[in-house]
């Protein structure tokens, strides 16, 4: 991925505000498109959302139930098949095509998993309606009454969350990225354009861009571009589970949950949406709420307990549609406001911001 930046003396500047799984992304993509790149990670205002995170990597799951504009699905789907592409070039993230299930009710749910199967295949995905035999044959721990129904989504895949940014920070500064782990105090703007980050290690650090990944801190940017005070948080809570022999073989989803195997041994149960809460406390009976909620579709897990719990704040938008793209002000870009989808579309968010950017600067990132 030979970029035009390359040619360019010295090589434009981006100072990218968080390092959670967005501005590592974008991070690296963008030190792939030619840039030099520095990320600050130090946390803002509210706590990062990583914490919270399974690492669940499903554009049906997430976006075929409901109303959900088709750029956004579009865009879900493509950053699935680049985490493919992700997980081979960065090693050991556990990434894996686990599938998920989707656990409901004939009354209930056949209706809503119908329709998704029905948008699956429209997207050119695999879905599979499931009755209770065929529930009982993928595993016999599920619930196995008579109005039991499933639906199975092959396609979608998961990875460990905490591996994968690891691999992306390790990635990010073997490619020459510039890791600061300090906040970035101040952005400086002159004359209607960007100038540059103040910060405790430099003073100034000169960009010719800057781009706001800061999760849910991202509004406390809305002074510079009040775009960014849609972003709000969401907080979430999930349940670490005990092992469990012989491991589920995908991922379930359940009515206000879903439990993801991972390939270590451990069991991630999850996970609250809590708008517009700002602590990052664990809170026991939210976690006995998931595991309630998982014991009525899957009574032969009921031995699983949670032996701890995560929590952390997801950047959501108001609008339900990601911010990614250039600000008000020149050279001042965004990456915010994922919901729980971060890590989904991260590779797309990466790749979309580092093509424009460099076009923003009559370049190309990813010439031909």
């Known amino acids: 991925m030979a970029s035009e930046l390359d040619s360019t003396s010295p090589a434009l500047r981006v100072a990218i505000i968080g390092g959670g799984i967005i501005g590592r992304a974008c991070g690296r993509e963008l030190l792939r498109a030619g840039f030099r790149v520095r990320i600050y990670d130090q946390a803002g205002s509210l706590p990062g959302g990583s914490a919270s995170a399974a690492g669940l990597l499903g554009p049906v799951s997430e976006f075929l139930a409901g109303d959900i504009p088709d750029p956004l699905i579009a865009a879900g789907i493509e950053s699935l098949g680049l985490w493919a592409e992700w997980g081979r070039q960065l090693g050991d993230i556990g990434w894996r095509r686990a599938g998920c299930l989707h656990l409901g009710h004939l009354g209930s749910d056949e209706e809503r998993f119908t329709r998704m199967a029905a948008r699956a295949g429209a997207h050119g995905l695999a879905a599979q ?26 396609d979608e895949a998961e990875i460990h969350a905490n591996a994968a940014l690891a691999a992306l920070r390790a990635d990010f500064t073997a490619q020459g990225g510039e890791w600061a782990a300090v906040r970035a105090l101040r952005i400086e703007e002159r004359i209607g354009a960007i100038a540059g980050i103040h910060d405790p290690v430099d003073g100034f650090w000169a960009a010719d861009a800057v781009l706001i990944a800061a999760g849910a801190a991202s509004r406390d940017f809305a002074d510079l571009a009040p775009e960014l005070a849609a972003i709000y948080p969401i907080k979430g809570q999930l349940a670490v589970l005990g092992a469990l022999s012989p491991r589920l073989a995908t991922v379930l989803r359940f009515p206000g949950g879903y439990l993801a195997p991972k390939s270590d041994g451990t069991m991630l149960l999850g996970a609250s949406m809590e708008p517009d809460r700002t602590d990052a406390e664990i809170e026991p009976a939210i976690l006995a709420q998931l595991h309630a909620k998982l014991v009525a579709v899957a009574p032969g897990l009921a031995q699983l307990k949670p032996a701890h719990g995560r929590a952390g704040l997801r950047a959501g938008a108001r609008d339900g549609v990601p911010q990614i793209g250039p600000l008000g002000i020149r050279g001042l870009w965004a990456a915010a406001g994922h919901g729980r989808n971060g890590f989904l579309l991260a590779p797309f968010t990466a790749r979309r911001i580092a093509t424009a950017m460099a076009a923003s600067f009559g370049l190309r990132a990813y010439p031909d």
Do not use: C, H, V, W
């Not at 035999?133 to 599920?142: E, F, K, T, V, W």
């Open 129 to 154: 309606m499931q009755e209770a035999g065929a529930l009982r044959n993928i595993d016999r721990r599920l619930k196995t009454s008579a109005d039991a129904i499933g639906l199975f989504l092959p």
